[in-house]
């Protein structure tokens, strides 16, 4: 016996290849479709022959008709034109005659040559037409001119009848030219001519319709759906008119010519590549079970290899925020204890850097959250070049970034990058179309100094943060002992506020300024203080951060609204009756929607007039978004209170918004009150702020005023009010009246400091 021939390699992987069932399957479906598809669209053309065939023989039969009824007007029109004198009676009888034969004829007509209706047959509802002249319009009388000048028949097209409905008029001249006697026309409805097409099997097959240029003169319609796609339309030879005839078939009529061919081909081929597909599948069945257990080995350790690399991506996802791209809270925190093991065993030192974004809750509340968003990515971007396998740079969430320094030889390798982070905020960002300059604050905690694991060194590098936010934004604050009992403190007060607002434990103290034309006490500025249960008096520069910082700024400045309101409506009835509290007014509290009619509610409430409260600002939080504090200082200026801008002339000023907002008062900042006697520049633009002010119709205090010679100077440029410890500290509202009640003269308030 033979010895029986291996399958050649390259016949054994065609028939492995798990994609040709599909293509030999495919192929035999796209040869079916193509072959169905040639013997549809030759069927088609068989049906579109056969019913060319059918308008053909439905035009030809019109045309028969037609020229029936023309001839018919010509033997009339030939008899009148050799018989002029014929007698009416003679020519109605002849006419009673076609009319009867034909009964296709509305009515018969005799027109002289003035083209004036003079006989009429069959004028029972045509008599109205007796007169009538028909070559209206001008295009009619022209038509009928040229048939009276050739002898050629004239037909009015599809018209309205003056004896109601649509039809025609033949007109067939008597005689052509001087010879011209008129003409006979024959009157036909259009239904009545046309009904020769009008049968049961024309209806059951088909719909028609006769067009005039173009345009629907007629319709039969089927009584069933046509197919509009295989309608076919032929031309009708017709004299003077131009006619075409459409026939669209019903679907049953197409049905009826169309054979099973089509469907027969397209499931035969379908079947034979489903058997050929199938017959194939099952040849490579066999060869892929001879092979199963040669690859079962390959195909396990592919599949672990596919599981570790899956695990790997899944791995990386875990660890990356999605939103900027840098690694997320939970892998930086892993990352940063294995560093500080690694750093342990190898007496390195680590730095961890916390950085929050500069007055970014401003902007994310003011230009919406997808304007945070972008910001954040390319804060992101910049950040991220930094990082090497030295540096890890990560997301904290919010607007906080964290960056992981390894081997930290001393300090100034810190410092060092301290410095490269500064820089990656020098340059403005791109966000939404628009340049923003962006300034960052940093905490600095080393391992093994502040910290001996990574949440201790998170927690002291955040306490450092906070440390060198309150001395200042745009900075950096390593962290040192001591720091974290002030931020346990800090913490402390800040979960008291909320008490503190439940149980009224603020006050209010008023520093009274001082009218220098008047040299009397006209106006006070309320300044608010915690009485604290156990802390005694706390200062607002030690909790009024925390509130700004926690959001509970809002709520505090609406209790010193209510506050000032209440005292000004207790000193409605004595003499402080005129007196005006100004109170201060955070960036975020303008951002309120509800403070104009707050302060509208609370002045109404103690019935106090709105000219006695004065709003203050500060200059950084007036410009930082002008578009939007426009708006909320004209609805205050529209309610009537006073509007001042405190310090005046640091690092914002603009002459623009003092133009177009409703300012009543500038507070000259007390850095340059402080030395306006002794430094040449300070007098100089303290005088400048003065008249500028006063050209605008502005009124000017001066803050911080603490000497007579300060005071003397601002009394001798015209400075309108002064404020400062010269005139008084702040002091409660009790110790105030007392103060007024005495009716002191300016020269005796140096002794009451």
């Known amino acids: 016996m033979k010895d029986v021939k291996p399958v050649p390699d390259i016949v054994r992987r065609s028939l492995l290849s798990t994609g040709l069932p599909v293509v030999i399957f495919v192929t035999f479906l796209v040869i079916a479709i193509a072959l169905s598809y040639g013997i549809d669209q030759e069927e088609d053309s068989q049906i579109r022959l056969g019913l060319t065939t059918e308008a053909e023989n439905l035009a030809r039969e019109l045309e028969r008709d037609f020229n029936a009824h023309l001839l018919a007007l010509r033997r009339m029109a030939e008899r009148r034109r050799v018989q002029p004198d014929l007698p009416e009676k003679l020519w109605r009888q002849d006419a009673r005659h076609y009319l009867d034969h034909f009964g296709t004829y509305q009515a018969i007509v005799w027109i002289d040559s003035n083209y004036i209706v003079r006989w009429v047959e069959r004028p029972e509802g045509n008599s109205q037409v007796i007169g009538f002249n028909v070559a209206f319009p001008s295009s009619r009388r022209q038509a009928l001119s040229e048939a009276a000048r050739t002898g050629l028949p004239d037909m009015s097209g599809v018209v309205e009848l003056a004896q109601g409905g649509t039809g025609m008029m033949i007109y067939e001249p008597i005689g052509k030219g001087e010879e011209n006697m008129g003409f006979v026309a024959g009157v036909f409805q259009l239904e009545n001519l046309l009904g020769t097409l009008d049968t049961p099997r024309v209806r059951q097959n088909f719909r028609v319709l006769i067009r005039e240029e173009g345009r629907i003169a007629h319709e039969i319609e089927s009584a069933n759906p046509v197919h509009e796609d295989l309608a076919q339309s032929v031309p009708l030879t017709l004299p003077a008119i131009q006619w075409s005839l459409e026939l669209a078939p019903t679907d049953a009529w197409v049905e009826r010519h169309r054979s099973l061919w089509p469907s027969f081909t397209f499931y035969t081929l379908i079947i034979m590549g489903l058997l050929i597909s199938a017959s194939i599948l099952l040849a490579q069945g066999i060869l892929k079970r001879n092979q199963a257990l040669l690859r079962t080995r390959n195909q396990l350790q592919s599949e672990i290899d596919q599981r570790k690399s899956a695990q790997k991506s899944l791995e990386r996802l875990e660890s990356t925020d999605p939103l900027t791209g840098l690694a997320n809270r939970r892998f930086f925190m892993e990352d940063l204890a294995h560093t500080l093991t690694l750093a342990d065993r190898q007496l390195r030192q680590v730095a961890l850097v916390m950085i929050d974004l500069d007055r970014f809750q401003i902007l994310n509340d003011t230009l919406g959250h997808q304007f945070g968003d972008e910001l954040l990515t390319r804060v992101s971007e910049r950040l991220s070049r930094l990082g090497d396998e030295r540096v890890l740079v990560g997301y904290a969430g919010g607007d906080e970034f964290m960056v992981c320094q390894q081997h930290v030889e001393e300090i100034d390798d810190v410092v060092h990058l301290l410095g490269q982070l500064k820089q990656s905020f020098q340059q403005p ?123 509970r700024i809002t709520d505090i400045g609406r209790w010193v609204v209510r506050a000032a309101c209440r005292q000004l409506a207790a000193w409605n009835s004595g003499p402080l009756a005129n007196i005006r509290i100004a109170v201060n007014i955070s960036g975020r509290e303008l951002d309120d929607e509800g403070l104009v009619d707050h302060i509208q509610q609370t002045l109404k409430t103690h019935g106090v007039s709105p000219s006695r409260l004065e709003v203050e600002l500060t200059e950084e939080i007036f410009v930082e978004n002008l578009e939007r504090n426009l708006d909320q200082l004209l609805r205050l200026h529209k309610l009537g209170v006073q509007l001042s801008i405190d310090d005046f002339g640091v690092g914002y000023s603009s002459l623009a918004y003092l133009r177009d907002f409703p300012v009543d008062l500038l507070k000259i900042d007390r850095s340059f009150i402080t030395r306006v006697t002794e430094r040449h520049d300070d007098a100089v633009i303290t005088r400048a702020i003065i008249n500028l002010a006063h050209n605008l119709g502005i009124q000017v205090a001066g803050e911080g005023v603490e000497t007579e010679s300060q005071l003397s100077f601002l009394t001798s440029h015209r400075c309108d009010l002064a404020q400062g410890y010269l005139i008084s500290r702040p002091i409660p509202a009790d110790q105030l009246e007392e103060l007024l009640a005495k009716g002191i003269r300016f020269e005796e308030l140096a002794g009451l400091r």
């Not at 998170?458 to 604050?477: C, I, P």
């Not at 006050?507 to 006070?524: C, Y």
């Open 429 to 551: 960002f791109e966000v939404q179309g628009e340049q923003h300059s962006i300034t960052a604050t940093m905490g600095v905690a080393v391992y093994p100094q502040s910290g001996l694991d990574a949440d201790i060194l998170l927690r002291n590098a955040d306490v450092a943060l906070y440390r060198a936010k309150e001395s200042g934004r745009n900075t950096y604050q390593f962290y040192t002992e001591g720091m974290q009992d002030r931020e346990v403190m800090r913490l402390e007060l800040d979960r008291d506020i909320s008490t503190a607002l439940a149980q009224d434990e603020f006050v209010l103290f008023f520093q009274p300024q001082l009218d220098l034309t008047t040299m009397k006490i006209g106006s006070v500025e309320a300044l608010i203080r915690w009485q604290h249960p156990t802390r005694g008096l706390v200062p607002p520069v030690e909790f009024i951060p925390l509130a700004e910082e926690s959001g």
